[in-house]
């Protein structure tokens, strides 16, 4: 992770149109940011599209960036902001079966796939705030105390959405393991 300070420089010289010192930025956040583009998306595709789109918007938008967040966190937002509506723009016009592109075949990678989509699914049941204060912290690895700036509610509200989150996500996927 890069230190406050270098951060803070890179930001400088990104808001003045510096590709070099936004790469540098965007190298220290991909990997959680693209947990939670897959987190939300269906699939690697839509997780990259999700990714694609939010690196386009940050660099777009990098002047409007304040600083009282990291950087991460920011891209962390624009990526959920983006990754919500294409997921309400998705059930608006769904078309097809979700699932219906996975392996039939019981080998160990079907398997893998079968229970990414058994969370994916649970994840989609819950109410967006539980959902996004879940993803945030098991796929983005973020602190409660950054996940409250990015919900604006307090850390022991994060708390409790995510602890309500998982005990819902886990009576989900309890109630399909039964069937």
Request: aromatic share 8%.
């Amino acid at each position: 992770m890069i230190e406050l300070s270098r951060e803070r420089e890179l930001v400088e010289l990104a808001k003045r149109k510096d590709e070099h010192a936004f790469m540098e930025l965007l190298k220290d956040a991909r990997g959680k940011v693209w947990r939670v583009c897959l987190a939300y998306g269906n699939n690697h595709y839509d997780a990259e599209d999700i990714l694609e789109d939010a690196i386009a918007v940050a660099w777009q938008n990098i002047d409007t960036f304040r600083g009282k967040s990291r950087f991460s966190t920011w891209l962390y937002s624009i990526a959920s902001n983006i990754a919500k509506n294409k997921l309400s723009r998705r059930r608006e016009f769904a078309v097809e079966d979700v699932g219906a592109d996975l392996p039939t075949n019981e080998s160990d990678t079907g398997e893998v796939v079968s229970a990414r989509q058994v969370v994916h699914d649970a994840l989609g049941q819950l109410s967006p705030d539980f959902r996004e204060a879940l993803i945030l912290r098991e796929y983005a690895q973020m602190s409660y105390k950054e996940i409250a700036i990015q919900q604006a509610v307090s850390i022991q509200t994060v708390k409790s959405r995510i602890h309500r989150a998982r005990n819902i996500v886990k009576k989900i996927i309890v109630a399909q393991e039964s069937v």
